[in-house]
């Protein structure tokens, strides 16, 4: 089970921090990602971790200003996004996979949460 929390409303230049709980049969070591739906829209990729936190992956849109992390003890990852504008403006999802690297693809996560809604306002 995945479950995301943190998301609301916020204005543009502002942050946000958003939470990603796993538990059940995902373990700590799986790959986490978190992916971001505006309406209208494809899911898009945002930014995906290792299992150990050593690597991590983001697209283009966010580099340098979301980071994504992880707390293995407590089986959650968290995605900071700073300097939002309104195009980040989307339900921000949290998948899970077993595989070691993270990839961009959401056909490759099995675990996914039901969202969580990020609105920057203008």
């Known amino acids: 089970q995945v479950l995301e929390s943190g998301g609301g409303l916020v204005q543009a230049g502002g942050s946000l921090r958003l939470s990603c709980l796993a538990s059940?049969?995902?373990?700590?070591?799986?790959?986490m990602g978190w992916f971001r739906q505006a309406p209208g829209k494809e899911r898009e990729f945002v930014a995906g971790?290792?299992?150990?936190?050593?690597?991590?992956l983001y697209a283009d849109s966010v580099k340098g200003r979301f980071t994504i992390s992880r707390d293995s003890a407590k089986n959650t990852v968290f995605l900071q996004m700073n300097n939002l504008t309104p195009e980040d403006t989307a339900v921000y999802y949290c998948?899970?996979?077993?595989?070691?690297?993270?990839?961009?693809?959401?056909?490759?996560?099995?675990?996914w949460g039901q969202g969580t809604q990020v609105t920057v306002s203008s």
């Open positions: 998948a899970a996979d077993k595989r070691r690297v993270p990839t961009s693809r959401s056909r490759d996560y099995d675990y």
């Open positions: 059940g049969r995902i373990s700590s070591l799986y790959v």
């Open positions: 971790i290792t299992g150990r936190g050593g690597s991590t």
